[in-house]
């Protein structure tokens, strides 16, 4: 019989609170998806990145966590995005800070828990060869 041994119980807790996590950014962006979408898409009426991907407004749930998603990527990653032309300064500009600071922030948070999930699941391999 396999003992459980403190270092699986400490990667579980880790795997479960990075899916909580998940699920909670996925909760703040649907919640995002349906309240804020129309101010969402009036600030950024200029960007062609943002235009290019309005289909994802009529999928349903999936395609507003995909908009909102995207849209915080496009805040995260705007100098490069202003500098191909994707973005438009001026509306990224005069978009309300809050909210801008928000989706910066839950996009930076989303990454580091994919980045999370990640490095458990190679602590997982690594604790399977050492058995």
């Not at 003992?3 to 609170?17: I, M, N, Q």
């Not at 915080?72 to 809050?98: E, H, Q, T, V």
Request: proline share 2%; net charge positive; charged share 15%.
């Amino acid at each position: 019989m396999n003992k459980v041994s403190t270092a699986d119980l400490v990667l579980v807790s880790f795997g479960g609170a990075t899916f909580l996590g998940m699920f909670v950014v996925m909760g703040i962006y649907l919640y995002w998806g349906y309240t804020r979408m129309d101010s969402i898409m009036v600030g950024l009426k200029n960007c062609l990145l943002v235009n290019r991907y309005k289909f994802y407004l009529y999928m349903g749930p999936w395609g507003r966590l995909m908009m909102i998603g995207g849209v915080a990527g496009c805040f995260a990653f705007s100098r490069y995005l202003i500098k191909k032309g994707l973005l438009s300064a001026g509306d990224i500009n005069d978009f309300p800070k809050p909210l801008k600071r928000r989706l910066i922030l839950s996009h930076y948070i989303a990454l580091g828990l994919i980045a999370s999930l990640f490095i458990e699941a190679i602590a997982v391999k690594v604790i399977k060869i050492q058995l």
